[in-house]
Structure formats: structure tokens, C-alpha cells
């Protein structure tokens, strides 16, 4: 099976969508605008990809496709699932689990997955990142940063030459030998590591996170409370506070009323018939219009009731 596709948005919501096999949520953490671009490339039981980000953000990976191993090189400046990323470090999320990533700027995370098949099929390939490490998180610490670079600059070159050419997936032959190159890349990297797991602590941390963050997506805009909030993320408030504090750096009621501050901008971009501004307000839960007006205008650089005429216009 092969197949390509390239995202390029404005909404945090479409670029979630576009990644496969994971529930995916990315709140642009400062400025007035989001935007972010995606290449997915899979390719034969082995999938290249690419996320690239304008500004500071908060993303979480929930729930990834079992058994599916997925390693990412990602830009300086970032943190995954509670710590920070170092140069020469290539970080795995745990099949069946999420994760978090935060970036002081803009991020950029080149990401390779190989499907359990693959370890079966193919031997005699002697891959690494196999089945030995699967059921543990953690970071393969890259000893040469020579094979992390060549690995960044082959995802980079790929992804742009399909691009431009996508007929080179239509070809068994250039097929064959993209495959063989980003196969040499990803073994080249491997070669170059030692796996070090994360604590048994950062597993526990991304649960409840991925826990909270489901809870707040299943609650849509409908209002939700911190006992809720801590039964169902299954654990206590002090708990909660922590993990949500380490991986997004905000309390968790500050982070959901950023994420509803972005949700509220959603909404008056792309007005229903009969649209206010103090009914979205309400809607989400800011019950003083005030303060939710000078939180908007702080966040994105204009008031609602701007937002809100320029789509009516429109």
C-alpha cells in the first residue's frame, strides 16, 4: 500500500484530522493566528512524515494505532511527554498511548513509523527501533548527530519532491528505491543509538493526560467541572494539576479556557445563522463578558465582535 498527502491549515481542528491513526489536538499557546503544515507518506509498511508549526504550541497524541512503532526527530526548543528534547535524541511514544509536545517557538518534528509486519517479513534487514523496544517509551540518544541530520534532511527532500513530482509513487521502481533510501536513513539512525526507556512515572503522567485531553474533547461545548474532570482523567486534583502544568504549562482550568478561547474563535469565524458573541461567551462558559472580551483581544489581537462582523461580511 502506498499513498501521499500534504495539509496545509489554518485550523488546528483540520490539522488534526490529517494525521491518521491518532486522536490529535494542537492549541497554538501564543499570538493571534494558528497555522501548521502536514506530510504523511506511507509507503509499504513504512510511513515518513512531517509536522511544521508558526508559533508556540501544545500538541497531544492520544491513543496511537496499536502495535504501530513511531519514533520523531523533533526541532529544538521542544519537550515530549514532560522533558525536554535533546539534540541527539529521538523520541518513541509507547503503541496505544499518547504523548505531549510543547515548543518555546516554532517546531518542526520529522517523524518515521515501521508496522510490526515489517520485523516479520524482513529479517534479514536486522531493523532497529524493532519489536524488543515497542512496549517501552523512551528516547534512542542518537551518539553521532551526523545520522539525525541525515535522517531530518532526507524526510525534508522527500516530502518536497513529492511535492512536486507526485508520479514518482506511480513508478514500482522509484518506488522501490524511495523505500530502500528512507530504509537506509532510519537504519543509519539505529545504528548510531542507545535506547534509554522513560520512567514508569512518564507513562502514568501521559494517561492521564491523554485522559484529560479526551475528556475535554467529549464535552465539546458543554460546560464541565474539576471533580468531573479529575474522575474521569482518573486521578486526584493535586494529581492533575501536575501532570497538566508539567506537559502545557498552565493549571488545568486556564488550559481549558484557552482551548475554549480558541473553540469561541472557531465559532465566530465561521457564524451560524443568528450568531452573538455574548451567546458563544455563555455557550463556553465565560460568564463575564467583560474579561472574556479583553481575554480574546489579548490572545488574538482584536475583539470578538471584530471577528464576528468580518465573517458576517464575508
Request: charged share 25%.
Amino acid at each position: 500500500m502506498h499513498f501521499y498527502r500534504r495539509t496545509v491549515t489554518d485550523s488546528s481542528e483540520e490539522l488534526g484530522r490529517a494525521i491518521p491513526g491518532a486522536n490529535f489536538h494542537c492549541v497554538a499557546d501564543s499570538g493571534p493566528s494558528f497555522g501548521g503544515r502536514y506530510w504523511h507518506l506511507h509507503l509499504e509498511g513504512v510511513v515518513l512524515s512531517r509536522l511544521e508549526m508558526d508559533q508556540a504550541s501544545v500538541l497531544t497524541v492520544d491513543e496511537r494505532v496499536p502495535d504501530f512503532s513511531v519514533w520523531h526527530v523533533m526541532s529544538p526548543l521542544c519537550s515530549a511527554n514532560g522533558r525536554d528534547v535533546g539534540l541527539q535524541d529521538v523520541v518513541m511514544v509507547r503503541p496505544g498511548e499518547g504523548g505531549t509536545m510543547r515548543s518555546a517557538g516554532d517546531a518542526h518534528v520529522a517523524t518515521f513509523g515501521l508496522e510490526p509486519s515489517l520485523f516479520a517479513k524482513a529479517p534479514d534487514l536486522d531493523l532497529p527501533f524493532g519489536p524488543s523496544n515497542a512496549a517501552r517509551a523512551g528516547r534512542w540518544h542518537v551518539a553521532s548527530d551526523a545520522a539525525r541530520q541525515r535522517f531530518n534532511a532526507l524526510n525534508q527532500t522527500v516530502l518536497a519532491q513529492l511535492d512536486t513530482q507526485p508520479q514518482i509513487l506511480e513508478t514500482p521502481a522509484t518506488r522501490t528505491t524511495l523505500r530502500n533510501a528512507i530504509l537506509d536513513a532510519i537504519m543509519a539512525v539505529g545504528e548510531a543509538a542507545t535506547f534509554r526507556p522513560d520512567r514508569a512515572a512518564v507513562g502514568r503522567h501521559t494517561k492521564i493526560m491523554a485522559r484529560f485531553e479526551r475528556t475535554i474533547e467529549e464535552a465539546g461545548d458543554e460546560p464541565i467541572d474539576m471533580l468531573e474532570l479529575c474522575r474521569r482523567s482518573g486521578t486526584s486534583r493535586r494529581s492533575l494539576e501536575a501532570v497538566v502544568q508539567l506537559r502545557t504549562g498552565r493549571s488545568p482550568q486556564d488550559y481549558l479556557r484557552w482551548r475554549r478561547l480558541w473553540r469561541a474563535r472557531t465559532m465566530l469565524r465561521r457564524p451560524a445563522e443568528g450568531t452573538t458573541v455574548t451567546g458563544i461567551a455563555f455557550k463556553l462558559g465565560f460568564w463575564h463578558l467583560g474579561r472574556f472580551a479583553a481575554a480574546y483581544a489579548s490572545a488574538f489581537g482584536e475583539r470578538p465582535s471584530a471577528t464576528l462582523a468580518r465573517a458576517i461580511r464575508h
